[in-house]
């Protein structure tokens, strides 16, 4: 009850109009931020954390925290709109919300997509406030081992439950594999692969990648198929909206499961992204019309966007009561803390409490605030599909050139960028599963650098694997989920052969 | 054509009236100054960075901004290359670790210290010997006996980076009690702290701030400091015990120093009227409450050097670096 009590304490902190004020310039910030590609939550809140020196502490981390809702609202809108994740957590979003804008639905897409957003997040949030102390414990059992684990489900779940070609599946993500080796080898300390070219010390930046793969891969597509968006003639208005609405419940399943997923991959800290491919991975599997996904299926937006979100507000959990930050936005807003004075950690709950329910009570109120933002502009950011694609396409590439250089501040990126757009266009064009490869280019040294580390830690053993009932646990999941299809196909038989 | 000539020729007239004004007064940016951290968000050098960031922003200390910029590339590498070639720029800094001379000496690229122009020592961040509080040596004497018992190989002492300052240490631990570890290493120093709480590794030697919030938590216990005096700051930590309170390595028999540069250098060919401005800079923004605080909570050694001590100290450092690096078997092999 104590933490009702917290919790009603923190309301009041956060309802001040001065802090509503920064929540509603925080989400308005943030969705720009997201909207733009390379900018990113944790660039933007980089960038706006000196404004908040002056501030004290629990509005300033409202104002921040409220960027940070900001722009994972936002990074839906370009996802859905043009086919380029602003963020790496919306690549999976792309797969169904293109599709539905191309045909003539993208105010759907968009409000299914911002609703289940807000979903997950308040799930998280309702999580965090209830269980707070027990994750923060659960989380610490998080070695090396584990952590592989988690990674080894969600390539698995990848290649087993998706419905591609397998080999072209993992030919894919071997590509991915291969781009993430370069650069410097975090357990060696020796650079790999780079050449003596100084510009690839840092290897190959997922954000450049993913930039090229899909933005300048996609207008090299409708360049070819006649200069035109399919679909932009849409008519949007708040009827559109209330219709998503009534139809959402009806994938209370899917939400449920995004949610968990979501929420299990922030507080270990594996992050947005791995939640929200293997959320995609999972509902393409299990919905009743999975068949449909990447066809524009309303299903396949919610899966991602609701499980990047619960992902994204579970993170901030482990950096408060550990001091580990789960995504790179929330390493940023850990550097804040540290400068008004705050110290992260176990202490932090019991000797900061008015700062940590406020900003508790900020999760509540900033995803519903951000919601409403979001959700009256639907018809203004769907009407850029009316403008003509003559006119279009030439913004497009200048934002994603912007996106790409704003990165490291590096023309070689943009070099990049135009080669991953040919490279992109091309695998297209020979059906070739292009999120595989992404999801190896952001996963693969982090795998790498956990499988190596446990098997440092167990001398070349490889039954570390296998050595807990935690790891052993997700690894069989994992297992599972790669033979998924021979499994239910030995299991169709044998009921066959009974019959 | 002519429009860019004209441009030219413009930007020539305002660079030579910026540059006489510069020879009459002492010398001020007269555009944004990058402040480059050659390691990624959230780290130790990153967390000072911002911190002098928000300190010149909120005390005017600047007229133009101060913007910080992350190039964390080959264990900073890009950072540090990014700034050796922009000779001539003034309006880029940049705050240093060890890897100033880990990196180039373990991966090989074509970098040294002295390609850019030193400015100043702002700080040394001290190394702690940490264990998890549920262990039982509760002194240095204890953690070697249980180092040197266990199978070798068996204990596992984690760090940040790969053949950087932690790993270093570690090098220098084993040599020192003559026993076998096996290095684990990590990206960041925070997660290295979280790891020893969770049992995932049996020591580690991060840097006070770094684990300080599970110190005062009552997960982890400080056994021993890697300086050469007991750190200065007396205020209570836990326990009732302050930084103060724990003893150095070396009088509880494990011979090993080692103190983290934290210093700023600028781009190759700055006037002396340019490294001044920037040292003017760094002594007032040290002079503020904000720095105190933070050195402070960071439990920070606060040697300040400048021209030609920080020029001897850091040559000094360099040559240990290489020796201990030689030694440890950590050098490029090109």
């Excluded at chain 1, 509005?59 to 839906?76: K, R, T, V």
């Excluded at chain 1, 933005?215 to 409708?222: A, D, M, P, Q, V």
């Amino acid at each position: 009850m104590e933490e009702l009590a917290n919790l009603f304490h923190g309301f009041a902190v956060a309802l001040q109009p001065y802090n509503i004020m920064l929540m509603v310039i925080g989400i308005t910030l943030g969705v720009i931020i997201g909207v733009l590609p390379g900018l990113g939550g944790a660039n933007g809140v980089a960038i706006l954390l000196p404004l908040t020196f002056s501030m004290p502490p629990t509005s300033a981390i409202i104002m921040l925290s409220c960027i940070y809702w900001g722009a994972l609202f936002g990074g839906a809108i370009t996802s859905i709109l043009f086919n380029i994740p602003g963020e790496p957590w919306s690549v999976a979003t792309t797969f169904d919300g293109y599709p539905m804008a191309q045909q003539g639905k993208p105010g759907e897409a968009l409000t299914a997509a911002f609703t289940s957003s807000f979903v997950g997040a308040l799930f998280a949030v309702i999580m965090i406030t209830l269980v707070a102390p027990l994750v923060a414990s659960f989380a610490l059992r998080f070695g090396p081992a584990e952590k592989f684990a988690v990674y080894f489900l969600a390539f698995c779940s990848f290649v087993g439950l998706s419905k591609e070609p397998p080999f072209k599946t993992i030919a894919a993500m071997m590509i991915g594999f291969a781009l993430a080796a370069v650069g410097l080898d975090s357990i060696t300390g020796q650079l790999r692969l780079t050449f003596g070219v100084t510009e690839l010390l840092n290897g190959f930046d997922f954000l450049i990648a993913v930039i090229g793969l899909f933005g300048i891969g996609e207008i090299l597509l409708t360049m070819e198929e006649g200069l035109a968006f399919r679909g932009g003639k849409a008519s949007i208005n708040l009827r559109v909206v209330l219709q998503t609405w009534r139809e959402l419940p009806g994938y209370w399943m899917t939400s449920l499961r995004s949610c968990l997923i979501g929420c299990w991959m922030g507080v270990t800290p594996a992050g947005a992204t791995p939640a929200s491919f293997m959320s995609y991975g999972i509902a393409k599997r299990l919905a009743r019309r999975g068949n449909n996904f990447g066809k524009g299926e309303v299903e396949g937006v919610i899966a991602p966007e609701t499980a990047a979100h619960a992902a994204g507000t579970a993170a901030l959990l482990p950096m408060l009561s550990l001091g580990v930050p789960g995504s790179p936005t929330a390493a940023v807003l850990l550097g804040g803390l540290l400068i008004w004075g705050l110290q992260p950690g176990p202490m932090l709950f019991v000797e900061q409490k008015e700062f940590v329910w406020g900003l508790i009570a900020s999760m509540y109120l900033g995803n519903l605030a951000g919601l409403i933002v979001v959700l009256t502009c639907v018809p203004i950011f769907a009407a850029i599909l009316r403008v003509p694609f003559g006119i279009i396409a030439p913004l497009i590439l200048v934002l994603c050139a912007i996106g790409a250089y704003s990165v490291h501040n590096s023309t070689f990126d943009v070099m990049l960028m135009l080669v991953f757009g040919v490279i992109g266009y091309l695998l297209k064009k020979c059906n070739y599963p292009l999120a595989p490869l992404v999801l190896a280019i952001v996963l693969g040294d982090k795998a790498e650098e956990a499988f190596r580390q446990s098997l440092l830690g167990s001398q070349g053993s490889l039954g570390v694997f296998f050595s807990n009932g935690l790891v052993s646990t997700i690894m069989a999941l994992g297992l599972v989920a790669l033979f998924w299809s021979a499994i239910q196909e030995g299991y169709s038989r044998l009921r066959m052969s009974m019959a | 054509m002519k429009p860019f000539v004209l441009n030219v020729a413009l930007a020539a007239m305002v660079m030579s009236c910026a540059s006489s004004t510069a020879s009459r007064a002492a010398w001020e940016p007269v555009r944004p100054v990058e402040f480059i951290v050659p390691a990624g968000t959230g780290g130790g050098a990153d967390q000072m960075a911002r911190t002098i960031q928000g300190i010149v922003t909120k005390h005017n200390l600047m007229k133009q901004p101060l913007v910080v910029i992350n190039k964390a590339g080959g264990a900073g590498g890009e950072g540090f290359l990014d700034v050796k070639t922009s000779a001539n720029n003034p309006h880029k800094i940049i705050i240093t670790l060890s890897n100033l001379f880990t990196t180039p000496l373990a991966t090989g690229i074509p970098f040294n210290w002295k390609d850019l122009t030193p400015v100043a020592m702002l700080a040394l961040d001290e190394f702690v010997l940490w264990v998890n509080a549920e262990k039982p040596y509760s002194s240095v004497k204890d953690y070697i006996d249980a180092a040197k018992k266990a199978p070798s190989g068996s204990f596992k002492m984690g760090g940040t980076g790969s053949k950087q300052e932690d790993q270093i240490i570690t090098v220098g631990i084993e040599k020192a009690i003559d026993a076998k570890f096996t290095y684990i290493p990590y990206k960041g120093g925070g997660e290295v702290a979280v790891q020893l709480v969770g049992n995932h590794v049996d020591s580690t030697v991060n840097n006070p701030i770094e684990a300080v919030a599970q110190w005062r938590g009552g997960k982890l216990r400080p056994l021993c400091v890697f300086d050469a005096q007991p750190m200065a700051y007396d205020e209570p930590i836990a326990d009732g015990k302050a930084w103060k309170d724990i003893p150095t390595c070396k009088s509880q028999g494990l011979a090993m120093e080692y103190l983290m540069l934290r210093g700023i250098f600028m781009s190759p060919k700055a006037t002396k009227d340019q490294v001044e401005y920037y040292v003017e800079l760094f002594k007032k923004v040290r002079a503020t409450p904000e720095w105190q605080d933070f050195m402070k909570s960071g439990a920070f050694n606060t040697t300040f050097l400048t021209g030609a001590d920080y020029a001897k100290w850091i040559e000094a450092e360099e040559k240990r670096h290489q020796d201990l690096m030689k030694e440890a078997g950590f050098l490029a092999s090109n």
